[in-house]
T-cell receptor, first 117, second 115 residues
Framework: AQSVTQLGSHVSVSEGALVLLRCNYS??????LFWYVQYPNQGLQLLLK??????LVKGINGFEAEFKKSETSFHLTKPSAHMSDAAEYFC???????????????FGSGTQLTVLP | NAGVTQTPKFQVLKTGQSMTLQCAQD?????MSWYRQDPGMGLRLIHY???????DQGEVPNGYNVSRSTTEDFPLRLLSAAPSQTSVYFC??????????????FGPGTRLTVL
């Protein structure tokens, strides 16, 4: 089984401030972790992903996330928020099951990021 | 490339009516899926397909049917619409289901209201 918990359904930051969006996961197999962003009235697009290897992953638009196995976390950060970052962000998990079958993508409930001028 | 396209963008149905949401991709992707998005619940998988002629159920399949006769198309059918099916529906595709770390590409969504 697998699940994702995103702490904070709404986060507000000032323009230029640090963005920190929290994601914790649960998985019985090594996880593949993703962050997607959804701008108003649009579909989701991939920000970044972790599958194997380096635990600090960099994505588009200056975002990065660090996979911490001991904390079962994959928090998303950006050093300096921009007005254009205002959107909804989703953390998601998948992986390879014990039988070798691929697991479906499971999404968290999302975090709405507001950037204040 | 158009990517993943969905039609219609908006739809209003009455309870009991049926309809088909269309999804097409032009990237020759093996894997296609349908999600519904409801406030505070993220995206939940309805059905998915790992290739033409192969479909399977996701987390919330009840009330929906799918088929995949071609690589490009993956329509979602609502058999008898209910108010609980009011939601935003997203279609997504990825290159290969076996490469489970592959990025999924999402369509723009269909906003469905059932009265």
């Amino acid at each position: 089984a697998q699940s994702v918990t995103q702490l904070g359904s709404h986060v507000s930051v000032s323009e230029g401030a640090l963005v920190l969006l929290r994601c914790n996961y649960s998985s019985s197999v090594p996880p593949y972790l993703f962050w997607y962003v959804q701008y108003p009235n649009q579909g989701l697009q991939l920000l970044l992903k972790y599958t194997t290897g380096a635990t600090l992953v960099k994505g588009i638009n200056g975002f990065e996330a660090e996979f911490k196995k001991s904390e079962t976390s994959f928090h998303l950060t950006k050093p300096s928020a921009h007005m254009s970052d205002a959107a909804e962000y989703f953390c998601a998990v998948s992986g390879i099951g014990a039988s070798g079958s691929a697991r479906q993508l499971t999404f968290g409930s999302g975090t709405q990021l507001t950037v204040l001028p | 490339n158009a990517g993943v396209t969905q039609t219609p963008k908006f739809q209003v149905l009455k309870t009991g009516q049926s309809m088909t949401l269309q999804c097409a991709q032009d990237m020759n992707h093996e894997y296609m899926s349908w999600y519904r998005q409801d406030p505070g619940m993220g995206l939940r998988l309805i059905h998915y397909s790992v290739g033409a002629g192969i479909t399977d159920q996701g987390e919330v399949p009840n009330g929906y049917n799918v088929s995949r006769s071609t690589t490009e198309d993956f329509p979602l059918r609502l058999l008898s619409a209910a108010p609980s099916q009011t939601s935003v529906y997203f279609c997504a595709s990825s290159y290969s289901y076996r490469g489970v770390g592959n990025e999924q590409f999402f369509g723009p969504g269909t906003r469905l209201t059932v009265l």
